[in-house]
């Protein structure tokens, strides 16, 4: 399995390098000038390569962490605590959120509906419930580390 990892990691990499050196000697004039008529065709192949790398990538991170999940219980308890701690943030910023000023903001080109606003209200009552948290645990910490 190592070795057909690695085979196709060279194999990526040298479309990478092959597809980069085409960009580069096409230079960026030409590209720009070509995109703007809708043609993409020398930019493409290295769009594509980035994106089989970027789903390699994310498929062998979820593999593995859900192994070690549930090969480990104790991290799979951590991990939900964590999880059920977010969704109640999540929860209590949607409740906390309402939906008055939608007619004052644009989404797409027409102004927010009010589901749009809530959520969008509710995501910045989230930031700011995190970062309080991040403060508070990083202050904890501090004081903790020079009582001990």
Request: hydrophobic residues 60%; positive net charge.
């Amino acid at each position: 399995m190592y070795k057909i990892l690695k085979i196709i990691a060279a194999i990526l990499s040298l479309l990478g390098i092959v597809f980069l050196v085409r960009i580069i000697a096409k230079g960026d004039g030409p590209i720009k000038a070509a995109a703007l008529n809708g043609d993409t065709a020398i930019v493409d192949p290295m769009a594509i390569v980035t994106y089989v790398i970027f789903a390699l990538t994310v498929f062998f991170v979820l593999i593995f962490v859900l192994k070690n999940l549930f090969t480990d219980t104790g991290s799979l308890k951590n991990t939900l605590i964590g999880i059920g701690s977010f969704a109640v943030v999540l929860v209590v910023a949607y409740l906390l959120s309402n939906g008055s000023d939608a007619g004052n903001y644009m989404y797409n080109g027409a102004p927010a509906t009010t589901m749009e606003s809530h959520l969008a209200g509710a995501g910045l009552i989230a930031f700011y419930i995190l970062i309080v948290g991040a403060a508070a645990s990083m202050i904890w910490a501090g004081v903790k580390k020079m009582i001990t």
